[in-house]
Structure formats: C-alpha cells, structure tokens
C-alpha cells in the first residue's frame, strides 16, 4: 500500500458524498502518481494519454469503489486495463524489468483481510493472556524472551502456554471441520 491511501481514501469518500473540492484534490493527486506510473512503462508522450484514460474511467466507475476496500488498489486495477489497452493499441510488447513486476499485481488485500478477520475471531476463543502471547510471538514476531520480559513469566511458561494454546484453538477447528 502507498503512504498516500489514506489520503486518497479520504478524499474519494468526500468526493463520493458530494465535496467536489476533495474531488479536485484527489483528480490531482492521482494525475502526479498515475503519470509516474505511466512514464516508466509507456513514455512520457503516451503517458499523458493514458493518464487522461484513466481519470475518465475513474471518474465513469467511482460509484463502483467499495470503500471496505482500498482504494488504491482499485486505482491500480483501472491503470493495469489502460496500460494493456495501450499496449494492445501500439502493438507493444510489456518489457518490465523484476524490480518492478510486484507494482503489476496488487496485492490481494481482500484475501488478507479475510484471513486476518478470520485470525481475530480464533484468537477472539481464547483468554486474555494467552490471546497476548499468541498474537506477540505467533503474529508480531516477538521473540519467547521478549514475551517473557514483558509478562514475567519464564521462558518455558511461555513456551507451553503458546503451545497448549494453539493446541486448543487446533483441536477446536478440528471439531467444527469434522461436522461439515
């Protein structure tokens, strides 16, 4: 995600209830990222076109933004289907260095934030303190030792609480899939 997306999120839900300044602001926020976008893959010549396409489609498709999703991937997503109409127009070929292939595909946040909900709501059965300890060395990253400093507990306590707790939680989903 682009440190930008708050911003843009903001202003697309303003302009999507009306606020036609916030509209102003985001039509000029996306023209200065999409041209960058445009100008390593296209040229700056044909890059100006398709940033013009783009706004136009954003513009004719905004009421299909859902705003539970990001928005700028759903950007993204106008400015893929441009850059291959371009390239289908001129007959290009896309010569995209490894570097840059990750900005070709978004990310499938929806998939994440389904797994991350569904993460929450396992995490939601278990105690208090042994939902923190779960979360801060299964999920943060946080090392048995600095989960054992910030707890006072010792490192094995730690240890076997974490492991009996995701035993429980396994044994849990184990039960409810084998109704299905």
């Not at 997306?5 to 903001?10: D, L, N, T, W």
Request: aromatic residues 6%.
């Amino acid at each position: 995600m682009i440190p930008q997306e708050a911003q843009y999120r903001a202003w697309m839900l303003a302009a999507l209830a009306g606020d036609a300044a916030a509209y102003r602001m985001l039509l000029q926020g996306l023209t200065r990222h999409l041209r960058g976008y445009y100008a390593k893959r296209l040229g700056a010549a044909a890059a100006e076109d398709a940033v013009q396409e783009s706004l136009i489609a954003i513009h004719a498709k905004r009421a299909t933004y859902d705003p539970a999703r990001p928005f700028t991937a759903w950007v993204y997503g106008i400015a893929r289907y441009k850059l291959v109409d371009e390239y289908r127009r001129n007959k290009r070929t896309a010569a995209i260095s490894l570097d840059d292939a990750g900005e070709l595909f978004g990310a499938d946040e929806a998939e994440a934030a389904s797994a991350r909900r569904d993460v929450e709501k396992l995490l939601a059965r278990l105690p208090v303190a042994k939902r923190d300890l779960v979360r801060a060395v299964k999920l943060d990253g946080h090392s048995i030792a600095e989960a054992a400093a910030r707890t006072g507990m010792s490192e094995t306590s730690v240890k076997v609480t974490v492991h009996r707790a995701l035993k429980s939680l396994g044994e849990e989903l184990g039960d409810n899939h084998a109704d299905r």
